[in-house]
């Protein structure tokens, strides 16, 4: 799925003599420019998928120009935890704005920014330029190429996405189509269903007992409160009341 990332690998030691932010490849993105979608993959897993726009200007990382870089980046800085979902940025400080989605004759950028740190020539520029992964309220036209060099994302999705990579992630923008990756598997939560007529086994690891010998009083009751008595539980629960009701009548004659 990726190059050979020797290259990139080597830049981890430069990086933190230049304070730059040390590569997590735990995460990555590629944005592919052909299907105008970012991929998130993790421990090489495809997690998720989001539709976005890059550059309504084509590709490169030259000055002056309001294109969107190719090759590998890196989630160097991101700004915006917790704030709500359509504010607005300006310079990366927040104006106490609250854009709609679609609102009619703006296109700053909202909600979140993940600044990208480019990691080769190709792509030397994109931190001085600026180049993000970024909201914004112009939601029509996300799936087209429509940014000024940016990686544009819904609100919604950009909040999301923002919350799942670490500083650092490995970012891939590439001309062609996103590539063939298997979903990361899904995590099913353990959940034990305990029922009456099937308790569980070696919850006493010194006490084990066949199902027919009777059950003890505190036995009894806790599987009374996990669901419904069986019928032979709840003779052995009645058995056991008039074995204690025996007991109180006899205490109570010799007092």
Not at 25 to 41: C, E, F, G, H
Not at 80 to 108: K, M, S, W, Y
Request: charged share 20%.
């Amino acid at each position: 799925m990726f190059r050979a990332l020797a290259v990139i690998f080597g830049l981890i030691s430069a990086a933190s003599a230049f304070g730059i932010t040390p590569l997590d490849t735990s995460s990555q993105l590629i944005v592919s420019v052909r299907d105008q979608k970012l991929m998130l993959v993790q421990n090489g897993g495809k997690v998720a998928e989001y539709p976005v726009s890059t550059s309504a200007f084509g590709l490169g990382d030259a000055w002056g120009r309001m294109t969107t870089p190719l090759g590998y980046l890196a989630v160097e800085k991101k700004i915006g935890d917790n704030v709500p979902v359509g504010a607005v940025f300006h310079n990366r400080r927040l104006t106490g704005e609250i854009l709609q989605a679609n609102a009619p004759g703006r296109d700053p950028v909202t909600t979140r920014i993940i600044w990208l740190r480019g990691l080769e020539a190709q792509n030397a520029h994109a931190f001085q330029r600026c180049i993000y992964i970024h909201g914004t309220p112009q939601e029509k036209n996300i799936g087209r190429p429509a940014s000024y060099g940016c990686i544009r994302m819904k609100s919604s999705d950009v909040a999301a996405l923002y919350d799942r990579v670490p500083p650092g992630a490995l970012v891939q923008i590439i001309p062609d189509r996103l590539p063939k990756v298997p979903k990361a598997p899904r995590v099913q939560p353990s959940n034990t269903v305990l029922t009456a007529t099937a308790p569980p086994q070696n919850e006493a690891p010194n006490q084990t007992q066949p199902q027919s010998q009777p059950q003890t009083q505190n036995q009894t009751e806790s599987t009374a409160a996990a669901g419904a008595l069986t019928i032979e539980q709840m003779r052995m629960a009645g058995a056991l009341a008039a074995e204690r009701q025996k007991a109180k009548l006899a205490l109570s004659k010799r007092l």
